[in-house]
């Protein structure tokens, strides 16, 4: 189960891209074609697309072909956000760095072969309108934080905590976590944000801090890319 779970959250999310590529081709063989559509909304429909199929795929799969439930509360938003889950958000932000910070030292020095400065492909570049804008924070900070959330600290981490000690789910929760981001750098950063997630999870018994913290996350992101990306430029000297 510790094998199965994960490959199932990761191959859900590939079968999902597969399926919306597969009815976009489709779609144009029939002559409906999306090349006068600005690129950023079909990204932003694309995403939200995928999730859903996704979510669909890794909870509503099991239930419909062998009855295999999930619950609100194994997800954990069985319940509304209580105040502490807003000042876990910020204090788990805290550790994450510092734990990101150790871990790609350690990548630096040893994992020679990593790429510390490949740029993670957000599907969403050279912004000019507002709407344009609008979409990718929608997509980036609000849309994808709740779907990994729900897929990765809310199903898999709480579906491995049934089978595994905690410490071995957390380590594959964030190990599938870091994968599905692809690059070797991203993955290490998200690997390290995981492992706060997952014990936020567990210290708030409520997926709603991870979700908290997760917008936070890729919310700085999305400033340091879209609003003002120089900063990084700026404090690095």
């Known amino acids: ?65 062998k009855k295999y439930r999930t619950s609100r509360q194994e997800i ?36 020679t072969f990593v790429d510390m400065e490949q740029v993670q492909d957000t599907g969403f570049s050279q912004l000019t309108q507002r709407y344009e804008y609008i979409l990718a924070f929608l997509t980036l900070v609000v849309i994808a934080p709740i779907a990994e959330e729900i897929l990765f600290r809310g199903y898999l ?38 492992i706060v997630l997952c014990l936020l999870r567990v210290v708030s018994k409520s997926l709603w801090p991870s979700i908290m913290l997760h917008m936070l996350k890729n919310g700085l992101a999305y400033y340091l890319l879209f609003i003002d990306p120089t900063l990084l430029t700026s404090l690095g000297g």
Do not use: C
Request: hydrophobic share 65%.
């Open 76 to 111: 954990g938003i069985q319940e509304t956000p209580a105040w502490l889950d807003f000042l876990l958000a910020p204090s788990g932000f805290l550790v994450y760095i510092v734990l990101s910070a150790i871990l790609v030292m350690i990548a630096t020095n040893f994992l």
């Open 157 to 194: 981490f709480g579906k491995l905590r049934q089978h595994v000690p905690l410490w071995i789910a957390i380590i594959i929760t964030s190990l599938a976590f870091g994968l599905a981001h692809g690059a070797w750098n991203v993955g290490i950063d998200v690997f390290a944000l995981s």
């Open 1 to 65: 189960m510790g094998l199965v779970l994960p490959l199932w959250v990761l191959g859900s999310f590939i079968l999902a891209q597969v399926i919306a590529i597969v009815f976009i081709q489709l779609l144009s063989l029939i002559g409906i074609s999306f090349s006068g559509v600005n690129t950023s909304v079909v990204n932003a429909a694309t995403g939200a697309v995928i999730y859903v199929l996704t979510i669909t795929l890794v909870i509503g799969l099991p239930w419909l072909v």
